[in-house]
């Protein structure tokens, strides 16, 4: 009788245990906006964070994207218009627990909804690795707590920054620098360092020669006097390229080293990165048949490895204002490489940038923004 009595306090502490744990991880504050409880009804504006979603296992609970969500998973989905001018009677209709939006929605828009007694959270890009596990932690921990679902952002953000590493280390060791950039149109608008997509050519070994440029006649410049050895561009770009005078005579267009990646594809930051990043090491490969390399499928649930002797190596912060020279953005090149004579040295920029503090949430100047628009933890009652 006694066992049974002991057995069965347990099984009731244990209980009460699970239920306090469960209690204490909400409300969850995200510097002025409280989420009192677990959002189950998501509208995702952002593709991007539609990307992270369901890489963290939270797509379930998206009920409507805007037309950029181009995803396969969220395909049979309502589409509530595009995420710079979505369709707030339709969102407001639906009655979600949260909006997920990024910086090009409108004002007024986002007050319409913020006004309904809908939450909306305007969700920056993240731009080195570290901004990449934060970002995560912020997401995590609105949709799945502040302490477990702050973990699985984590975790989540390490995996994918371990599976780049990965497979960074199948890339065959060389001495010869390549140099290559993405662009999104033939004005010479580029990826460029301080931003996500723009460092994941650290990752395939190669020089983002457009990393340093902030504007567009910067890129261009840049692209016409370091003549670069593959261009990565935005879906339909590529046939308008090669026919373009500012492009004609460019190594990567001669040798026919011009590759399509479909610029939304390219910035999200779930496991489209790795897709991303793939593409790049096939389309690059010194030793490849003449055909094009296939973009994998898009898709935002790929299994990732997390090998138990791999530790992800922070990206390290934004590069500091003034660099010396465009074309020569020493802290992208690889460790093992060196200078050859076929990479020029484009002339000094007069541009100077300073980038500031990451903030994964953006908050409209309307509102008070506290110091650090980060993650909150609260004290339990």
């Known amino acids: 009788m006694k066992k049974i009595t002991v057995l069965l306090f347990t099984v009731i502490l244990c209980f009460l245990y699970s239920a306090c744990s469960f209690d204490n991880e909400y409300p969850v504050t995200l510097a002025h906006t409280t989420i009192q409880r677990c959002p189950k009804h998501i509208i995702c504006l952002s593709d991007s964070v539609a990307d992270i979603l369901m890489t963290c296992g939270y797509g379930d609970r998206i009920i409507a994207r805007s037309e950029e969500c181009t995803q396969p998973e969220l395909s049979g989905l309502t589409s509530v218009g595009h995420k710079h001018s979505p369709s707030v009677n339709n969102i407001i209709d639906?009655?979600?627990?949260?909006?997920?939006?990024?910086k090009s929605i409108p004002d007024e828009a986002y007050h319409t909804i913020r006004n309904s007694g809908i939450e909306i959270l305007i969700m920056m890009p993240a731009r080195t690795g570290d901004d990449l596990i934060r970002l995560y932690e912020n997401i995590g921990a609105i949709m799945g707590g502040r302490y477990k679902g702050r973990e699985n952002g984590s975790q989540k953000a390490e995996s994918i920054l371990i599976a780049l590493r990965d497979l960074q280390r199948t890339i065959p060791s060389s001495n010869i620098v390549i140099t290559s950039c993405y662009l999104y149109d033939l004005n010479g608008h580029a990826a460029s360092d301080d931003t996500l997509e723009g460092k994941l050519f650290s990752y395939a070994n190669t020089v983002n020669i457009c990393g340093n440029a902030r504007h567009a006649n910067d890129a261009l410049m840049t692209l016409q006097m370091s003549n670069p050895d593959y261009i990565f561009c935005a879906a339909g770009l590529k046939a308008p390229l090669m026919a373009d005078p500012d492009y004609v005579g460019m190594k990567a267009v001669k040798k026919g080293h011009v590759y399509e990646i479909d610029a939304l594809l390219f910035q999200r930051q779930g496991n489209s990165l790795i897709q991303v990043l793939s593409f790049m090491l096939d389309s690059m490969a010194r030793d490849?048949?003449?055909?094009?390399?296939?973009?994998?499928?898009?898709?935002?649930?790929?299994?990732?490895?997390?090998?138990?002797?791999?530790?992800?190596?922070?990206?390290?912060?934004?590069?500091?204002?003034?660099?010396?020279k465009t074309s020569k953005p020493e802290n992208s090149k690889p460790e093992s490489s060196r200078p050859t004579q076929e990479s020029s040295q484009p002339e000094e920029s007069s541009w100077s940038y300073e980038p500031e503090p990451y903030q994964p949430i953006y908050w409209p100047e309307e509102y008070s923004q506290p110091e650090q628009n980060s993650y909150t933890e609260q004290s339990s009652s």
């Open 288 to 324: 490849t048949v003449s055909s094009e390399p296939s973009l994998p499928q898009e898709s935002s649930q790929p299994e990732i490895s997390k090998p138990e002797a791999s530790k992800p190596e922070k990206t390290s912060k934004p590069e500091a204002s003034k660099p010396e």
């Open 94 to 102: 639906l009655h979600p627990d949260i909006v997920f939006a990024d």
